[in-house]
T-cell receptor, first 113, second 113 residues
Framework: AQSVTQPDIHITVSEGASLELRCNYSYGATPYLFWYVQSPGQGLQLLLK??????LVQGIKGFEAEFKRSQSSFNLRKPSVHWSDAAEYFC???????????FGKGTTLSVSS | DAGVIQSPRHEVTEMGQEVTLRCKPISGHDYLFWYRQTMMRGLELLIYFNNNVPIDDSGMPEDRFSAKMPNASFSTLKIQPSEPRDSAVYFCASLGVRNTEAFFGQGTRLTVV
């Protein structure tokens, strides 16, 4: 079955500290992987995506993610978190067209000062 | 472009009433998606259209839910009759065939009392 697992429901990180959000997927075909961010009361904004090529993907707002096929993972990282990064983060897997995305349950990030 | 526009932003209705949610996708986009977001189930894909034709409606929970896309610039999601368990945030997203990113609207928060 196709699924996305985000093991951490809620993470708190100090401002300036590094961040890693975990994502594991199960997908029958070649996975196309995405990370979205959702601020309160807002829609989802794409942070980055992986389709092929370099397994380390750079996104907006200083985020990056690494695709590890052997571990079926696509973890999101940021070297130094800012208070404005507090939001909910969703990992998703989809097909070639980027359609029919399957989302994880999300990880809520809190940033402490 | 103003992005994906959803209306209303908030809807409160009584159980048994008909509810219609509206979505205007980004001009030129070929795909339109309806998602439902709840605390318990996260983001679920309900249905998606390609060139105004429903492609996959397997996520539609019950016959009480129906979606239409009469033209390329408008889609509706209807719930009739509504029930309290339908309370959720409903998102619409659109995707262009040459894009790899789905753009989300800000969502409609539905409360059924």
């Amino acid at each position: 079955a196709q699924s996305v697992t985000q093991p951490d429901i809620h993470i708190t990180v100090s401002e300036g500290a590094s961040l890693e959000l975990r994502c594991n997927y199960s997908y029958g075909a070649t996975p196309y992987l995405f990370w979205y961010v959702q601020s309160p009361g807002q829609g989802l904004q794409l942070l980055l995506k992986y389709f092929s090529g370099d397994t380390l993907v750079q996104g907006i707002k200083g985020f990056e993610a690494e695709f590890k096929r052997s571990q079926s993972s696509f973890n999101l990282r940021k070297p130094s978190v800012h208070w404005s990064d507090a939001a909910e983060y969703f990992c998703a897997v989809g097909n070639q067209a980027g359609t029919a995305l399957i989302f994880g349950k999300g990880t809520t990030l809190s940033v402490s000062s | 472009d103003a992005g994906v526009i959803q209306s209303p932003r908030h809807e409160v209705t009584e159980m048994g009433q008909e509810v219609t949610l509206r979505c205007k996708p980004i001009s030129g986009h070929d795909y339109l998606f309806w998602y439902r977001q709840t605390m318990m189930r996260g983001l679920e894909l309900l249905i998606y259209f390609n060139n105004n034709v429903p492609i996959d409606d397997s996520g539609m929970p019950e016959d009480r839910f129906s979606a239409k896309m009469p033209n390329a610039s408008f889609s509706t999601l209807k719930i009739q009759p509504s029930e309290p368990r339908d309370s959720a945030v409903y998102f619409c997203a659109s995707l262009g065939v040459r894009n790899t990113e789905a753009f989300f609207g800000q969502g409609t928060r539905l409360t059924v009392v």
